[in-house]
Structure formats: structure tokens, C-alpha cells
């Protein structure tokens, strides 16, 4: 906590903090995606790891609320970011926010989740819903709560 991220690799150690790009010095969350990319969660914003170089991804860029709970990088190659306050899509350009009024069950968004036919599943402390061909579809019948994770049944 407080200190950055420490990379080691063939032997060497470095470190990276806020004073070097990343968004904050509390890395909480590590997930690395199908490219080899290495997305940090602070407790400020997003950071891609790419080739040693940082992407950032926080409020300075577009992003709705710099309390990330989730993210999912999707086949389409696009990178979704659950928030308190704003589901976000992220694909190399300006960030898309959806909240209530885009057909999401609440603006706060938890778990991310895709499914074998693309769509999107996200959970809302009001509800779950998924994307799919441009627009939100809520569940019926799902009682308001965390969701901590999504996956496929077998």
C-alpha cells in the first residue's frame, strides 16, 4: 500500500508510482489481458502496462469516477470499467459512460462478465443487466445487492 508497483523480471526490480505516471500509489487490483497487457487498479484510475510503457486511464481522461471496481476487456477489443458512478467503455478513443438513464438498473456498476455470444453482463446494486446490439436489457426478478463475481455455468 502507498508504494507503487514493483515489477521484477531477470533479476531486476522496478518500481513504479504516482510521481512515475501511475494513476496512484495503491496498486489493489493486477489482471492481465489476452494481448499481454497488465491493467493496474489504484485507487485513483486504471493503468495499462504495455511494453513497459503506461497507459492511463482516470478521471483527467474521461473516466466517470476514479473508485474502479471492475474492468473486463472485451473480444471486440474495447475495455469496460464498472465504477460508483458510471459503467465505462474504453476502445482507444473517447470513454463512453452508460448510468441509469442509458437502461443500466443503477448508476453504480460491480461485476463484468462476457458471455459466448458477446453480450456484456453487469451488476448493479439495484440489478443485473447486459449489452447487447447497442442497448441495456435488465433482468427481472434479481434482488438488489453486491454481486462480487459473474461467470458461465457449466
Known amino acids: 500500500m502507498d508504494r507503487g508497483l514493483l515489477h521484477v523480471h531477470q533479476g531486476r526490480t522496478d518500481v513504479f508510482a504516482q510521481s512515475d505516471g501511475l494513476t496512484g500509489d495503491d496498486a489493489q487490483t493486477l489482471f492481465e489481458d489476452r494481448e499481454g497487457n497488465v491493467w493496474v487498479i489504484t485507487l485513483n484510475g486504471l493503468n495499462r502496462f504495455r511494453d513497459f510503457a503506461v497507459a492511463t486511464i482516470s478521471i483527467e481522461q474521461g473516466l466517470s469516477n476514479a473508485n474502479v471496481w471492475s474492468v473486463l476487456s472485451a473480444t471486440d477489443g474495447s475495455v469496460w470499467l464498472g465504477t460508483r458512478d458510471g459503467l465505462n467503455q474504453w476502445n482507444n478513443g473517447p470513454i ?32 443485473i443487466a447486459y449489452f447487447e446490439n447497442g442497448r441495456f436489457t435488465s433482468l427481472s426478478g434479481v434482488p438488489p445487492g453486491f454481486v462480487s463475481s459473474i461467470r458461465r455455468g457449466s
Open 96 to 127: 463512453r459512460i452508460y448510468r441509469k438513464q442509458s437502461g443500466l438498473p443503477d448508476d453504480g456498476s460491480d461485476s463484468l462478465f462476457q458471455d459466448d455470444h458477446g453480450r456484456i453482463w453487469v451488476s448493479t446494486p439495484r440489478g
